[in-house]
């Protein structure tokens, strides 16, 4: 499988992005997908997961109420909803998809993207 990720930029606190991940292999719809995030000089922070049906999503509580994950199997597509946007979600956001049930751990991720830059200034 392989991961591209899109929809980074520049934005003021308060804005809203919209980041996109779309998947090639037929294993994309097999397995939980995720969205991690990595500030400079951080580890790797988990943002969101949604699972293969869509029906569970889970979000630590930094971004939870503001931020939304979704699928769309038929277009091999995980998005990333992001609302009332904080300097502090400034950060290299990547997505990652599992070839099955997957939790907030990085490592239960088989592969991964490249990564798009979010930038909110204040």
């Known amino acids: 499988v392989q991961l591209q990720a899109s929809g980074g930029g520049v934005v003021q606190a308060g804005g809203s992005l919209r980041l996109s991940c779309a998947a090639s292999g037929r294993t994309f719809s097999s397995g939980t997908m995720g969205w991690f995030r990595q500030a400079p000089g951080k580890e790797r922070e988990f943002v969101a997961r949604i699972t293969l049906s869509g029906g569970s999503t889970n979000y630590p509580d930094s971004v939870k109420g503001r931020f939304t994950i979704s699928r769309d199997n038929a277009k091999n597509t995980v998005y990333l909803q992001m609302n009332s946007l904080k300097p502090e979600d400034t950060a290299v956001y990547y997505c990652?998809?599992?070839?099955?049930?997957?939790?907030?751990?990085?490592?239960?991720?088989?592969?991964w993207g490249q990564g798009t830059l979010v930038t909110v200034s204040s």
């Open positions: 990652a998809a599992a070839r099955g049930v997957a939790a907030g751990n990085p490592g239960w991720y088989d592969y």
